[in-house]
């Protein structure tokens, strides 16, 4: 099956810093969706990007899909970003199910 | 427009017993899936059901079964549980069945087997 992969494992940033996370993927995929799960654990949705680029306020994300990967930046870092940030991808195949990777545990000091 | 929900927030069981949890998914969509987050093992996909079928199934034994309603909400239900069901469990929703919609995730059940 497809494999997903996040880079890095965990970042430690002072607020106000630039960042860029990265998902690898291994092949051709239907979906690409970036999560940020809070800490009581839900995922909240950050964007619908398998391909392209898109904006919104302080996030960005584009995906390259013929190089299988995509890289979400958070500019200008507050504390309340601090979480865990997880790419997961749907295969071509389809079936509806989304793979997720193991996640960017970000944590951002004031 | 309300989001997807779950109910109960945290359900405590002893191992063996059975564990029903509930999902209403976001109002116009027909698809919903689960997920689970076990500790140490990431973000898993367990089922997807659309118009009250099973469409697809991870890889979770049999005692992990479901059901859609005819209101589209949905039941999770886990039989003679173990100790390694303990996790957090995730409801999604989405408006169609292509897999190029984006699913909606809802605050989700955190499980305990004691």
């Known amino acids: 099956g497809i494999q997903v992969e996040q880079s890095p494992p965990d970042l430690i940033l002072q607020e106000g810093a630039n960042s860029t996370l990265r998902c690898n993927f291994s092949?051709?995929?239907?979906?690409l969706q970036w999560f940020h799960q809070n800490p009581w654990g839900q995922l909240i949705n950050l964007f619908y990007?398998?391909?392209g680029t898109k904006q919104n306020g302080r996030l960005s994300a584009t995906t390259v899909a013929t190089e299988r990967y995509s890289l979400l930046y958070i500019s200008s870092s507050q504390t309340t970003d601090s979480g865990v940030y997880f790419c997961?991808?749907?295969?071509?195949?389809?079936?509806?199910?989304?793979?997720f990777g193991a996640g960017t545990r970000l944590a951002v000091h004031p | 427009e309300a989001g997807v929900t779950q109910s109960p927030t945290h359900l405590i069981k002893t191992r063996g017993q059975q564990a029903t949890l509930r999902c209403s998914p976001i109002?116009?969509?027909?698809?919903v899936y689960w997920y689970q987050q076990a500790l140490g093992l990431g973000l898993q996909f367990l089922l997807w059901?659309?118009?009250?079928?099973?469409?697809n199934r991870g890889n979770f034994p049999p005692r992990f079964s479901g059901r859609q309603f005819p209101n589209y909400s949905s039941e999770l239900n886990v039989n003679a549980l173990e100790l390694e069901d303990s996790a957090l469990y995730l409801c999604?929703?989405?408006?169609?069945?292509?897999?190029?919609?984006?699913?909606?995730f809802g605050p989700g059940t955190r499980l305990l087997v004691l």
């Open positions: 999604a929703s989405s408006s169609g069945t292509s897999g190029q919609e984006t699913q909606y």
């Open positions: 092949d051709s995929v239907n979906n």
């Open positions: 990007i398998p391909s």
């Open positions: 997961a991808v749907e295969d071509a195949g389809g079936y509806n199910k989304l793979i």
């Open positions: 109002s116009g969509h027909t698809s």
């Open positions: 059901y659309d118009e009250g079928e099973e469409r």
